[in-house]
């Protein structure tokens, strides 16, 4: 498959804090790629430092993040806006904060088409509400009237994506999309996204925490702690072998139905993410991890766990000692 995003070497620097570092990652046309871990992470981030939009006081710099061939490092801030919205878009974490409130859904809607496919008003109000359709929201015309306010978290989640979609482009990136919604309204999302990759062969990175929304939907996993990759693998050999500590303390906090036993305490991680000074070195994860030794005060390497399965960690047998 053709990829869409590869991004090589992405840090994002504050005056006191390096919160993305040395990110890489590939998006296939059609697949999905999870990128996973703790709130502060960087994951939010990352996204940003993709569309270049990262917020006031930061500092984005990578090796390359090239976009279906065009290396977007290479692009001024004119062109990268003639791509944002149009071959690449984004939806954003909270729908109710990314909306206007003080303009009606349509006039939001069919200011993406105007802008970008110089669309007449009569034909972007058509498009816009043709797109609210195939998301799932009926009576299309009416919500094209309305305001943020009147719509529920569903309803406005439901329109990200549709604003989203409305020039058909090849890179969807999806901020944690279904935060605060309930289970229902989460299942519906999440289906509809998967229908609407399908049919347009979107790729798709996908920001999450919420490793039931991963097992479900990923193609490839990227696990992040402290702004940097810790694991990256297929989603399958990542739930049947995960490698690094951090994943595993991860996958050890959720139950399992037929294997954790009522009142059975849970696994946990111990603390909270770190904020990573500039010129820190050493495991992020070591004050928090169990099997921490002095030598993680060192940078930890990049290692193969299996094909396609990389993990940074210093301890390289991990797994295989627990495995026996």
Known sequence: ?????????????????????????????????????????GKSLTALGVMGLLPRGARGEAEHIRFDGADLSDLGERQMAKLRGDRMAMIFQEPMTSLNPAYTVGSQMTEVLRRHRGLR???????SASMLTRVGISAA?????????????????????AMALLCGPKLLIADEPTTALDVTVQAQILRLLAELQRDLGL?????????????????????????????????????????HPYTRGLLASIPVPGKVRRGERLGSIRGTVPHIPPGFVGCAFRE?????????????????????????????????????
Do not use: K, N
């Open 1 to 41: 498959m053709s990829t869409v995003l590869d991004v090589a070497g992405l840090h994002v620097r504050f005056p006191r804090l390096h919160a993305v570092r040395g990110i890489s990652l590939r998006v296939a046309a059609g697949q999905t790629h999870c990128l996973v871990g703790e709130s502060g992470s």
């Open 121 to 127: 008003r009569d034909a972007a109000v058509e498009r």
């Open 141 to 161: 015309s009416m919500r094209l009237g309305q305001f943020p306010h009147q719509l529920s978290g569903g309803l406005r989640q439901r329109v990200m994506i």
């Open 203 to 243: 790729a798709v990175l996908l920001i999450t925490h919420d490793l039931g929304v991963v097992a479900r939907v990923a193609h490839e996993v990227s696990v992040m702690y402290a702004g940097e990759i810790v694991e990256q693998a297929p989603v399958a050999e990542l739930f049947a072998r995960p490698t």
């Open 288 to 324: 928090r991890c169990d099997h921490a030794v002095p030598s993680c005060a060192v940078a930890a390497p990049l290692r193969d766990a299996a094909a396609d399965h990389t993990y940074r960690c210093r301890l390289e047998t991990l797994w295989r000692q627990d495995a026996a």
